[in-house]
């Protein structure tokens, strides 16, 4: 079964420090895609980052970085220079296309930033 | 601006009734889905369309119903058979391709049982 496991139901940062959120998932495919979203109090769902599962170089954006582990099937999120702005649920997701088309997401982890 | 909007954000459904969530989108995406979250779980598939006039379901798709009738709306029905569908629905888009490109969300819309 695939499946996606966020074991940090909860996490918290100083403004301006360093955090990682964990995620693992199940998958027999060779070939797929992890995401990174995050849900604010609004509850949109915004993308904070994406990595290719055949790339080996760790996707980066801005403030936000990914440690891909293909065969630990590890997909952990750093959040570096912690804003404010950053404290919201995150989730960490896994989409397949093959037959079908669908993400498959974790449980979520809420991260709180204090001042 | 480009975008999905779904409405209303708020719903409320009595028992025996079917009720209809709305979502456009204008981002030209083939590929259109419906998502429920629950408290303190993800997010899980109700059903998905990759192309006008068909569609698949998810993995949660049991007294629910959709239609994809044109390319820029794909509503979703909460039919009485739904016996607990209070909860938040995300509705999603994105290009139709192998995979890589993000899902873009709507805001939601909360349904609630009166």
């Known amino acids: 079964a695939q499946t996606v496991t966020q074991s940090q139901p909860e996490m918290s940062v100083q403004e301006a420090e360093t955090v990682t959120l964990s995620c693992t998932y199940d998958?027999?495919?060779?070939?797929?895609?992890l995401f990174w979203y995050k849900q604010p109090p609004s509850r949109q769902m915004i993308l904070v980052i994406r990595q290719e599962a055949y790339k080996q170089q760790n996707a980066t954006e801005n403030r936000f970085s990914v440690n891909f582990q293909k065969a630990a099937k590890s997909f952990s999120l750093k959040i570096s220079d912690s804003q404010l702005g950053d404290a919201a649920m995150y989730f960490c997701a896994y989409r397949i296309f093959y037959n079908t088309d669908k993400l498959i997401f974790g449980t979520g982890t809420r991260l709180q930033v204090f001042p | 601006d480009g975008g999905i909007t779904q409405s209303p954000k708020y719903l409320f459904r009595k028992e025996g009734q079917n009720v209809t969530l709305s979502c456009e989108q204008n981002?030209?995406?083939?590929?259109m889905y419906w998502y429920r979250q629950d408290p303190g779980q993800g997010l899980r598939l109700i059903y998905y369309s990759q192309i006008v006039n068909d569609f698949q379901k998810g993995d949660i798709a049991e007294g629910y119903s959709v239609s994809r009738e044109k390319k820029e709306s794909f509503p979703l029905t909460v039919t009485s058979a739904q016996k607990n569908p209070t909860a938040f629905y995300l509705c999603?888009?994105?290009?139709?391709?192998?995979?890589?490109?993000?899902?873009?969300f709507g805001d939601g819309t909360r349904l609630s049982i009166l």
């Open positions: 999603a888009s994105s290009i139709q391709d192998r995979g890589n490109q993000p899902q873009h």
């Open positions: 998958t027999s495919e060779s070939d797929y895609y």
């Open positions: 981002l030209n995406h083939d590929a």
